[in-house]
């Protein structure tokens, strides 16, 4: 008699694979259900209408913030707006698009953005993260390094644009996020740490002076020129940046690098 039998002809080899199988049907049911959340909804693409919900669609699914903040429903949130300001280079699907405005202000291409919630990353602990360096807890600059502040602030051609007036520091990892620039117009923005370039005498000047030169110092930002600071995102409040204003701002220097001068957004070859 063999044992591995469970009822006549029905063994434990039949028994694990109905199982995989039962299991592997239920599987792909629920990654398709998952994958019509946020970012995939069968949506039609002429008119923009939602598909109404079948077999595959999940129920919504709700998320609870931090610091007491409430819960997030991707699903219950505006959509963004794509009637963006451009027109297709031809007819043709997955054609590109040529910016008909200001590229960097409308968010095309490189200087796109996402529209994040409008208050302000915070630390574990519900500060701010981003704040004036004043405003931090004890974070400096070290002696040996530039202190930036006063510097002045040179553009992609070559304008000297206003000088470094803040520096914005991340209390979470302890860097400099944003150069805050005073232009010779008066209006303060805020400018990405990644787009800047310190010039000046360097480490190893400080440590043998024997090598120093009088290097002129000043920071460049060679992502847009000094006309277009006027129209950097400005802050809606003095000395807090929102999510939405970090992705605005980064997009726009970010947006630069294409749109800023028209040689920039020509091919290399």
Known sequence: MNAAYI?????????????????????????NKESRREGYPLED???GKIHPNSLFDGAKKSFQLPHGRG?????????????????????????????????MADGMGPAAFANRAKYPDLTFDGRPRIV???????????????????YPVVAADGVTVGKVSDIWVDQAEHMIRYLEV???????????????????????DA??????????????????????????????????ITRYEEDRIQAYFGGGYMYATPERSEAWI
């Not at 794509?82 to 590229?103: E, I, K, L, M």
């Not at 740490?193 to 190893?204: C, D, E, F, K």
């Open 45 to 47: 693409e002429e008119t």
């Open 132 to 150: 004036p360096i004043a405003q931090s807890h004890e974070l400096v600059v070290a002696p040996n390094d530039p202190q930036l502040v006063g």
């Open 207 to 240: 440590i043998l002076p024997i090598t120093s030169d009088g290097k002129p110092e000043y920071v460049e930002i060679d992502a847009i020129t000094a006309a277009q600071f006027d129209n950097v995102p400005a802050l809606e409040t003095a000395g807090t």
């Open 7 to 31: 009822v006549g002809s029905f063994d434990v080899a039949e028994l694990a694979f109905l199982m995989f199988f039962g299991f592997f049907v239920a599987l792909v049911f629920y990654l």
């Open 71 to 103: 819960t997030y429903v991707p699903e219950d949130v505006a959509r963004d707006d794509v009637n963006v300001p451009a027109v297709q280079a031809f007819r043709a699907a997955g054609a590109p698009f040529v910016p008909t405005g200001d590229a």
């Open 182 to 204: 005073e232009t010779t117009s008066g209006k303060k923005v805020l400018a990405p740490m990644m787009v800047a370039v310190v010039h000046g005498n360097s480490l190893i």
